[in-house]
């Protein structure tokens, strides 16, 4: 997965007043019998207001689930996510149902405002069989 913003390039940014969105060291895994799978790991960038962002990478590479990690639909393994200053790992379902939609992400499967809200209210309950790695 790469990430292609309208940014420029050059050593690490400083998070700023004008920092839209905060990613720092994204990882999610998931476990599949006992290997464990590294769906997004080590991502980070900074959106600040004005610039675009867009996740570019082949089928499979972790693009939407990166998404859905951004919008809590799908918690991080670790990292961490802030919004206009906000970590929106430690805000509650409410806060996040409140925010959904500032927080939609566009693309080929988008998701509509109300099965976003659907998949927030979700994520609090696990899936048949599934683990969460620690």
């Not at 959904?100 to 309950?125: Q, V, W």
Request: aromatic share 2%.
């Amino acid at each position: 997965m790469s990430v292609v913003s309208t940014a420029t390039t050059g050593g690490p940014r400083s998070v700023g007043a004008d920092t839209v969105l905060s990613v720092d060291h994204l990882v999610v895994e998931f476990k599949s019998g006992k290997q464990r799978v590294h769906a997004v790991s080590d991502v980070s960038f900074q959106v600040r207001r004005g610039e675009t962002l867009g996740l570019v990478g082949e089928s499979g590479c972790g693009k939407s689930t990166a998404g859905r990690a951004l919008v809590q639909v799908q918690p991080p393994t670790s990292g961490s996510v802030s919004y206009m200053g906000q970590d929106l790992s430690a805000l509650s379902k409410a806060d996040l149902l409140a925010r959904a939609a500032e927080l939609d992400i566009p693309g080929r499967s988008k998701m509509s405002k109300p099965e976003l809200i659907k998949a927030i209210r979700a994520a609090g309950r696990p899936k048949r069989g599934a683990r969460k790695i620690s």
